[in-house]
């Protein structure tokens, strides 16, 4: 029998590995493992006749909880934007344009990122450190003595919930975003309203909302996707053990969660430009 | 008759990874009877627990759970004998986000369709067992440390589970609680006689009270398996010792380890402001 594990890699994966290093290979190994995590999840979200209530219990700790938190900043957010917007555009005679400029750019770029950013911080790191801690005190083992699938029953509802809160809070934060633009330009800067909602009126097309929604819908899975498969292995963690671990595991899940975000909001930015 | 559930180690070799702490173990713990796991701290009475559970596999041997290799089962039948076992954990193992009722209520809630009505008597029933009946609208970090294992005792039976098995049932427990706590163990064994009880335990007390068999785990291997009275009559010098709960012989006491220089304590000291 020929043994597989000696023989030579092709040339060109031997140079991509060698490129990207140990850390690199260590990264791919680890998004793949989540990637692998994720399916299971999905997988299993249709699994249960159980699964409504646990749904909404998460679609209020996702949604509910992080809604004052998404008006806040979608809201200066956008009157910084007004103000920044008004300033730059007013050089060049073109502070008319003021409403497309905040709009596209909350609608096709910051809503998505900063709001799955800030459920990443608000409820990704609750998600960790609950998983984590149910991890550490034996109550995932009880769940698989009791036959029930912790994928099904802690991962599953998470992915339901956080697909269906995330597009509305992108949407929030996007409405918000917009008035806050106007606030600043229209009521303190003394821009017509009525041009104002003119310009986001033909300027931002469909394909700007459906793409906002889509990411949105992408950052979804990969903060429930890192943010659940870091709590859930908390336990198998080299740097700690018991709450340090859980500690650990919270603080790489928002970290690796937001350079995850970032890189896929390049990759689909590419995608759909 | 519902039959009863032996469980036989084979030439078990336990452990996780390259580490194996307990090699070449055979033992039966039978059926229908209350077996208790003895050993120290580390000696492997949790490992062991969580291999006849099922959430690890043993390196070598063959487990058999009433009869059936527990690691050769399909998927299907290994989650049907998981139905079959209650498990209580150290700590109650809790889901912090339910109540006490809904704890457990969670495998009836889970794997049937009963009317909640129906769920919320059998649940009743069994906190009343348990001596929770008024607490099951708390939550458990509004419960003691004894709360809790009784809370997780509750939840273990609630499917009247041909086997019981417990993790350290009375460790933590002030001896009030300890005793109440084998008390509801023995009442168990009452009201459902073929019930297999295997209580994994390093309190002698409470195993003298519960147990019709023991095993004693040491240095890797089993170093009783019996009656209790031939663990109470045993020559061996660890059994003598564990029985009677005296220190390790000298020998050790020459250990430079254990001396402490004057001078480093006065330091200390006066470091500390004594």
């Given at each position: 029998?020929s043994?597989?594990?000696n023989?030579p890699?092709?040339?060109?994966?031997?140079?991509?590995?060698?490129?990207?290093?140990?850390?690199g290979?260590?990264?791919?190994?680890?998004?793949?493992a989540?990637g692998?995590?994720?399916?299971?999840g999905?997988?299993?979200?249709?699994?249960?006749?159980?699964?409504i209530?646990?749904?909404?219990?998460?679609v209020r700790?996702?949604?509910?909880?992080?809604?004052?938190?998404?008006?806040f900043?979608?809201?200066?957010?956008?009157?910084?934007?007004?103000?920044?917007?008004?300033y730059?555009?007013?050089?060049?005679?073109?502070?008319?344009?003021?409403?497309?400029?905040?709009?596209?750019?909350?609608?096709r770029?910051?809503?998505?990122v900063?709001t799955?950013?800030?459920?990443?911080?608000?409820?990704?790191?609750?998600?960790a450190?609950?998983i984590?801690?149910?991890?550490?005190?034996?109550?995932?083992?009880?769940?698989?003595?009791?036959?029930?699938?912790?994928?099904?029953?802690?991962?599953?509802p998470?992915?339901?919930?956080?697909?269906?809160?995330?597009?509305?809070l992108?949407?929030i934060?996007?409405?918000?975003g917009?008035?806050?633009?106007?606030?600043?330009g229209?009521?303190?800067?003394?821009?017509?309203?009525?041009?104002y909602?003119?310009?986001?009126?033909?300027?931002?097309?469909?394909?700007d909302?459906?793409?906002?929604?889509?990411?949105?819908?992408?950052?979804?899975?990969?903060?429930?996707?890192?943010?659940?498969?870091?709590g859930?292995?908390?336990?198998?963690?080299?740097?700690?053990m018991?709450?340090e671990?859980?500690?650990?595991?919270?603080t790489s899940?928002?970290?690796?969660?937001c350079i995850?975000?970032?890189?896929?909001?390049?990759?689909?930015?590419?995608?759909?430009? | 008759?519902?039959?009863?559930?032996?469980?036989?180690?084979?030439?078990?070799?336990?452990?996780?990874?390259?580490?194996?702490?307990?090699d070449?173990?055979?033992?039966?713990?039978?059926?229908?009877?209350?077996s208790?796991?003895?050993?120290?701290?580390?000696?492997?009475?949790?490992t062991?627990?969580?291999?006849?559970?099922?959430?690890?596999?043993?390196?070598?041997?063959?487990?058999?759970?009433?009869?059936?290799?527990l690691f050769?089962l399909?998927?299907?039948?290994?989650?049907?004998?998981?139905?079959?076992?209650?498990?209580?954990?150290?700590?109650?193992?809790?889901l912090?986000?339910?109540?006490?009722?809904?704890n457990?209520a969670?495998?009836?809630?889970?794997?049937?369709?009963?009317?909640s009505?129906?769920?919320?008597?059998?649940?009743?029933?069994?906190?009343?067992l348990?001596?929770?009946?008024?607490f099951?609208?708390?939550?458990?970090s509004?419960?003691?440390?004894?709360?809790?294992?009784?809370?997780g005792l509750?939840?273990?039976?609630v499917?009247?589970?041909?086997?019981l098995?417990?993790?350290?049932?009375?460790?933590?427990?002030?001896?009030?609680?300890?005793?109440?706590?084998?008390?509801?163990l023995?009442?168990m064994k009452?009201?459902?006689?073929?019930m297999t009880?295997v209580?994994?335990?390093?309190d002698?007390?409470s195993?003298?009270?519960?147990?019709?068999?023991?095993?004693?785990?040491?240095?890797?291997g089993?170093?009783?398996?019996?009656?209790l009275?031939?663990l109470?009559?045993?020559d061996?010098?660890?059994?003598r010792?564990?029985?009677?709960?005296?220190?390790?012989?000298?020998?050790?006491?020459?250990?430079?380890?254990?001396?402490?220089?004057?001078?480093?304590r006065k330091?200390?000291?006066?470091?500390?402001?004594?």
């Amino acid at each position: 029998m020929s043994d597989n594990t000696n023989a030579p890699l092709p040339n060109s994966a031997a140079s991509l590995l060698r490129a990207l290093g140990r850390p690199g290979v260590l990264f791919l190994c680890e998004t793949g493992a989540m990637g692998i995590f994720l399916a299971r999840g999905i997988m299993r979200m249709f699994s249960s006749r159980t699964q409504i209530p646990k749904i909404l219990r998460q679609v209020r700790v996702i949604g509910a909880g992080s809604m004052f938190l998404i008006v806040f900043i979608g809201l200066f957010t956008g009157m910084v934007l007004g103000l920044q917007g008004y300033y730059t555009l007013s050089m060049f005679g073109a502070e008319g344009f003021l409403g497309s400029a905040v709009a596209l750019s909350l609608v096709r770029e910051l809503a998505p990122v900063l709001t799955a950013i800030m459920v990443t911080g608000r409820a990704g790191s609750a998600m960790a450190a609950e998983i984590g801690v149910m991890r550490i005190g034996d109550q995932i083992d009880a769940l698989e003595v009791m036959d029930i699938d912790p994928m099904a029953y802690l991962v599953a509802p998470r992915i339901t919930a956080a697909l269906i809160t995330f597009p509305l809070l992108t949407s929030i934060f996007s409405t918000v975003g917009i008035l806050g633009g106007y606030a600043t330009g229209v009521l303190m800067l003394g821009m017509s309203g009525g041009v104002y909602f003119s310009r986001i009126g033909s300027s931002v097309r469909w394909a700007d909302v459906s793409g906002c929604l889509g990411k949105s819908l992408v950052f979804a899975l990969i903060v429930v996707a890192v943010c659940c498969c870091k709590g859930y292995f908390a336990h198998m963690r080299k740097d700690g053990m018991g709450a340090e671990a859980v500690g650990n595991a919270t603080t790489s899940a928002v970290v690796l969660s937001c350079i995850l975000l970032l890189a896929a909001d390049y990759a689909l930015t590419s995608f759909l430009l | 008759m519902e039959r009863l559930w032996d469980i036989e180690f084979q030439s078990v070799g336990l452990g996780y990874g390259d580490t194996v702490i307990l090699d070449d173990i055979s033992v039966i713990l039978p059926g229908g009877r209350i077996s208790a796991v003895l050993g120290g701290s580390g000696g492997g009475k949790t490992t062991m627990l969580r291999h006849i559970i099922g959430l690890a596999k043993p390196l070598r041997g063959r487990i058999l759970l009433g009869g059936n290799d527990l690691f050769s089962l399909p998927d299907k039948a290994l989650r049907a004998a998981r139905r079959r076992m209650g498990v209580l954990f150290q700590d109650g193992a809790l889901l912090g986000q339910l109540t006490v009722a809904e704890n457990t209520a969670l495998p009836l809630t889970e794997h049937t369709r009963l009317p909640s009505a129906t769920v919320r008597e059998i649940v009743l029933h069994k906190l009343a067992l348990v001596g929770l009946a008024d607490f099951a609208d708390y939550y458990p970090s509004e419960l003691s440390g004894g709360m809790k294992k009784r809370a997780g005792l509750a939840r273990a039976l609630v499917t009247d589970p041909p086997l019981l098995l417990c993790d350290e049932p009375t460790s933590g427990l002030d001896p009030i609680s300890a005793a109440q706590m084998d008390e509801l163990l023995l009442d168990m064994k009452a009201r459902f006689p073929n019930m297999t009880i295997v209580s994994v335990s390093h309190d002698m007390a409470s195993v003298k009270n519960i147990a019709d068999t023991v095993v004693v785990l040491h240095n890797g291997g089993i170093a009783y398996a019996g009656s209790l009275e031939g663990l109470e009559n045993a020559d061996d010098p660890y059994l003598r010792r564990f029985m009677d709960r005296s220190p390790p012989q000298a020998g050790q006491v020459d250990d430079p380890r254990l001396q402490l220089a004057e001078g480093t304590r006065k330091l200390m000291h006066e470091a500390l402001g004594f």
